[in-house]
């Protein structure tokens, strides 16, 4: 078995003895058709590759905690009052999570204070005076036929943390659920840390919310399956535009900052792709072995070609002064019109007519209601984080792991990113399916590419 880095503790904080019996009558043995709680001592392995020979001794912080009912729980339930508040961008399933949790609290809890936070972080800082949102069954019913979030979002505020943890004492918060991003969920655990330097009895479990699907060791983020068939969709359009008229280009921009997962996928899913241009696999557009070398093959041998680009391609070259946004993120450059303005004047330069038509249906992905994958997912993410916080159970965040839902401990899903290998299967079924060379950098010219051999420079014109 591949070898976890010392450093990294899958290890649950918890606020103190659980004391309470549940109010969820469910079963402690197998076989009586009555769903079973979940132990503390139920784990998995996060990594299941093995090797043959003796194991070592598999110790707590190595393996990840199931998540689930517990038998004993550490809140009252009549004296919760919960908070939820979302974070970030917007992305397909946040309506669904928020409904997950206000049902999952109310039914199975029978916690009746649900408060929505309004805007984000933002809504819990004076000096904007938003309205906090009371969630009930009623509210809640049918915000999953909507894309967005009822409760709003935004960007940055998360740094003011003793300004947040005022508001979480003034309004009497127990237990604040964050659905967010990489931000928001360095955010809940700051907001953890001042919650319990104050001496205080108050669960952080986060939801995390990426639609790039870059949350180290979850297996999917949730709005994911969404995303792709959004996109999926824009690719079809994309391809219909191109083969419909001689040496037509379809140029797709499709989110993924820092991981091309996104791009990826929907490569796979629709089989109408040609050129998948990630952040993780470097490409240069001029040279002998260069995008634009290729592309000429492409609509040469084919008079068309899609090509979708993620939108953290090629930033090392484009980015020219570091900046950050609200939330801390890098502000980018649109790598979408670059590409679409570099290959115009390619072609023009080579004197090669070309139809090029450009699609970014970022928005549309971003809004869209989510798909009934994303739903159930949703559920199962929402229900499993309110049985952690009613376990007493704080720094975490619900991930799939596996094929499980497991605790992941805040600090350890924010500490790094994760990208696509490229000498992963993935990224191996990717070039399968559009047939793109392995490397178009003009240091890989010797490699044996997919389109006919070794590649071999043009003849000169006479």
Same mark, same amino acid.
């Given at each position: !078995?591949?070898?976890? =880095?010392?450093a990294?503790?899958?290890?649950?904080?918890?606020?103190?003895p659980?004391?309470?019996?549940?109010?969820?009558t469910?079963?402690?043995?197998?076989?009586d *058709?009555?769903a079973n709680?979940?132990?503390d001592n139920?784990?998995?392995?996060?990594?299941?590759?093995?090797?043959?020979?003796?194991q070592?001794?598999?110790?707590r912080e190595q393996?990840?905690e199931?998540?689930?009912?517990? /038998? !004993?729980i550490?809140?009252m339930?009549?004296h919760?009052?919960?908070? +939820?508040v979302?974070?970030?961008?917007?992305?397909p399933?946040?309506?669904d999570?928020?409904r997950?949790?206000?049902?999952?609290?109310?039914?199975?809890?029978?916690v009746?204070?649900?408060? &929505?936070?309004?805007?984000?972080?933002?809504?819990?800082?004076?000096?904007?005076? %938003? =309205?906090? @949102?009371?969630?009930?069954l009623?509210?809640?019913?049918? +915000?999953?036929?909507?894309g967005?979030?009822?409760?709003?979002?935004?960007?940055?505020?998360?740094?003011?943390v003793e300004?947040?943890v005022?508001?979480?004492?003034q309004?009497?918060?127990n237990?604040? %659920?964050? +659905?967010?991003g990489?931000g928001?969920?360095?955010?809940?655990?700051?907001?953890a840390?001042?919650i /319990?330097?104050?001496?205080?009895k108050?669960?952080?479990?986060g939801?995390?919310?990426?639609?790039?699907?870059d949350?180290?060791f979850?297996?999917?983020?949730?709005?994911?399956?969404?995303a792709?068939?959004?996109?999926?969709?824009?690719?079809?359009?994309?391809?219909m535009?191109a083969?419909s008229?001689?040496?037509g280009?379809?140029?797709?921009?499709? @989110?993924g900052?820092?991981?091309?997962f996104?791009?990826a996928?929907?490569a796979?899913?629709?089989?109408e792709?040609?050129?998948?241009?990630?952040?993780e696999v470097? *490409?240069d557009l001029q040279?002998p072995?260069?995008?634009?070398?290729?592309? /000429?093959r492409r609509?040469?041998?084919?008079?068309?070609?899609?090509?979708?680009?993620?939108?953290g391609?090629m930033?090392?070259?484009?980015?020219?002064?570091?900046?950050t946004?609200?939330? &801390?993120?890098?502000? !980018?450059?649109?790598? &979408?019109? *670059?590409?679409r303005?570099e290959?115009?004047k390619?072609f023009k330069?080579t004197g090669i007519?070309i139809?090029?038509k450009? *699609?970014?249906p970022?928005?549309?992905?971003?809004?869209?209601?989510?798909?009934?994958?994303?739903?159930?997912?949703?559920?199962r993410? &929402?229900n499993?984080?309110?049985?952690?916080? @009613?376990s007493?159970?704080?720094?975490?965040?619900?991930?799939?792991?596996?094929?499980?839902?497991?605790h992941?401990?805040i600090k350890?899903?924010v500490?790094?990113?994760?990208? +696509?290998?490229? /000498?992963s299967s993935?990224?191996?079924?990717?070039l399968?399916?559009?047939?793109?060379?392995?490397l @178009?950098?003009?240091?890989?010219?010797g490699?044996?590419?997919?389109?006919?051999?070794?590649y071999?420079p043009?003849?000169? =014109?006479?």
């Open positions: !078995m591949a070898e976890q =880095p010392e990294l503790d899958f290890s649950i904080e918890e606020l103190g659980r004391n309470i019996h549940s109010p969820i469910m079963s402690k043995r197998k076989g *058709f009555i709680y979940v132990s139920d784990f998995i392995r996060y990594d299941v590759n093995a090797d043959l020979g003796d070592p001794p598999i110790k393996v990840l199931k998540a689930g009912p517990r /038998e !004993m550490y809140f339930p009549e919760v009052h919960a908070g +939820i979302t974070c970030g961008g917007l992305c399933g946040i309506n999570v928020i997950s949790i206000v049902r999952c609290l109310w039914y199975h809890y029978r009746r204070r649900i408060t &929505g936070i309004k805007y984000g972080y933002r809504g819990f800082l004076p000096e904007y005076s %938003f =309205p906090t @949102m009371e969630l009930t009623d509210n809640v019913d049918s +915000i999953h036929k909507i967005g979030t009822v409760l709003g979002s935004s960007r940055g505020g998360g740094k003011e300004k947040i005022d508001a979480i004492e309004l009497n918060l237990i604040l %659920f964050t +659905i967010g990489d928001t969920q360095r955010g809940s655990l700051d907001i840390g001042e /319990e330097r104050r001496h205080l108050i669960a952080c479990v939801i995390p919310k990426t639609v790039d699907n949350f180290s979850i297996q999917k983020s949730f709005g994911f399956d969404t792709v068939a959004r996109a999926v969709e824009a690719v079809a359009s994309a391809h535009e083969s008229q001689p040496n280009i379809g140029l797709v921009r499709l @989110m900052r820092e991981s091309g996104i791009a996928h929907t796979l899913a629709s089989h792709v040609n050129f998948v241009l990630i952040p470097p *490409f040279g072995n260069g995008f634009f070398e290729h592309l /000429e609509l040469l041998r084919r008079k068309h070609a899609v090509i979708v680009v993620a939108e391609a930033q090392d070259k484009l980015i020219k002064e570091h900046k946004d609200a939330g &801390g993120n890098v502000i !980018m450059v649109d790598v &979408g019109p *670059f590409l303005s290959i115009e390619h330069k007519e139809t090029l450009y *699609f970014d970022s928005y549309q992905v971003r809004s869209a209601v989510a798909v009934p994958v994303d739903s159930i997912y949703c559920d993410l &929402g499993a984080a309110v049985h952690a916080a @009613m007493g159970k704080t720094k975490l965040v619900i991930g799939l792991v596996n094929n499980e839902y497991v992941l401990p350890a899903a500490s790094s990113r994760k990208h +696509i290998d490229p /000498e993935l990224w191996r079924d990717v399968d399916a559009t047939h793109q060379p392995i @178009m950098t003009n240091a890989a010219a490699i044996n590419f997919r389109d006919g051999g070794s071999k043009k003849a000169p =014109p006479h």
